[in-house]
């Protein structure tokens, strides 16, 4: 089956790569940095050429509202248009759990709006809900990091291995559309800020952690949020399988 995955040079969008062609399938790599522009749409007509679906993993500016919403609106219209005149038969995106419920984060209103024009396109679709990732906390803190200290909300997450959800992604791709499936998460719920914790010590950093609802995500994604609803599918890796591979 010939598949392209958009994001392909990017963490989860290698990982799909991976699995697909693990599995035997034709994979076109979609990114600027090969030569397809989703912002502009150049090249997109010729990579989707012959491909029955597409998996949408990809990642975009987080800082401001404004332009996450435009830059995903851009990029998904201009996919969503090249997939209806190659005939492409079915499209995954990779969302995220929990982001109907929270307003104020720029990088989820991003997203909600590709859910939207994915939901409202002419392509069948499956959207694919998982939870953050092992590395989440660990990024986190990095972003917040200032003079060896850190702040970090004590979020509630059920982790997921980026490999897993890879796993997922392709499966699902080689199927028929299923619209909003079920949301994916790791098999354990864990608290941000020890999560980081524990990665910067196997990773041998040292930064203090200052856990506070006032930086980059407030108390709005506390409590079960970001956790996932009933129904969910529980993928194997745990945090603690993840974590022994950063020492």
Do not use: C
Request: proline letters at 4%; hydrophobic letters at 45%; glycine letters at 10%.
């Amino acid at each position: 089956m010939r598949i392209a995955v958009a994001g392909a040079t990017g963490n989860t969008g290698a990982l799909t790569v991976a699995a697909l062609e693990r599995d035997g399938h034709d994979v076109v790599r979609i990114s600027r940095s090969l030569g397809v522009d989703l912002t502009t749409g150049e090249g997109l007509d010729d990579a989707l050429a012959g491909v029955e679906a597409v998996v949408d993993a990809t990642n975009g500016p987080v800082a401001d509202r404004a332009e996450a919403v435009a830059y995903f609106g851009t990029t998904t219209r201009n996919l969503l248009a090249a997939e209806e005149r190659a005939g492409v038969r079915h499209h995954v995106l990779l969302s995220i759990v929990g982001i109907a419920d929270i307003e104020g984060n720029a990088h989820y209103a991003g997203k909600r709006e590709q859910e939207r024009l994915v939901a409202q396109g002419a392509v069948p679709w499956t959207i694919v809900p998982a939870t953050q990732f092992h590395d989440f906390a660990v990024m986190a803190a990095g972003w917040a990091e200032r003079d060896g200290a850190a702040a970090i909300a004590p979020l509630l997450v059920q982790p997921i291995a980026p490999a897993d959800v890879a796993d997922i992604l392709a499966e699902i791709a080689t199927g028929a559309p299923q619209g909003r499936y079920a949301d994916v998460a790791g098999p354990e719920t864990q608290d941000l800020v020890d999560m980081a914790r524990r990665t910067l010590d196997a990773q041998g950093r040292k930064v203090r952690l200052v856990p506070t609802w006032s930086g980059l995500f407030g108390a709005t994604m506390a409590g079960e949020v970001l956790l996932p609803g009933e129904g969910a599918r529980i993928a194997p890796t745990t945090f603690e399988d993840w974590l022994a591979g950063q020492r």
